[in-house]
Nanobody
Framework: QVQLVESGGELVQPGGSLRLSCAAS????????MGWYRQAPGKQREWVAT???????DYPDSVKGRFTISRDNTKNTVYLQMNSLKPEDTAVYYC????????WGQGTQVTVSS
């Protein structure tokens, strides 16, 4: 059974930082492309970051330079380091694992507010 469990979401002030984690089980983690998406209230789900099996990364312009995705294949975990957070980064953040199928986690809430 595939499980993706996100953690690390919380309330943070504008300009602050957070690191999200996603622990995977039930998959051969090292061969999967891992990603992060987010969904804010009333908005469509938005792609945030991707890291391939070879650790090639990609980001949309909205987070480029502020967010960093990384992976630890020894821990079957992908991370999202978020710096210079803005109120518009407030959303539920989801982890994904993509190979032959795409799997989604349950999400973790990030709230950026003073």
């Amino acid at each position: 059974q595939v499980q993706l469990v996100e953690s690390g979401g919380e309330l943070v002030q504008p300009g602050g930082s957070l690191r999200l984690s996603c622990a995977a089980s039930g998959i051969t983690f090292s061969i999967y492309t891992m990603g992060w998406y987010r969904q804010a209230p009333g908005k469509q789900r938005e792609w945030v970051a991707t890291i391939t099996r070879r650790s090639t990364t990609d980001y949309p312009d909205s987070v480029k330079g502020r967010f960093t995705i990384s992976r630890d294949n020894t821990k079957n975990t992908v991370y999202l380091q978020m710096n210079s957070l803005k109120p518009e980064d407030t959303a539920v953040y989801y982890c994904t694992a993509n190979y032959a199928s795409v799997y989604w986690g349950q999400g973790t809430q990030v709230t950026v507010s003073s």
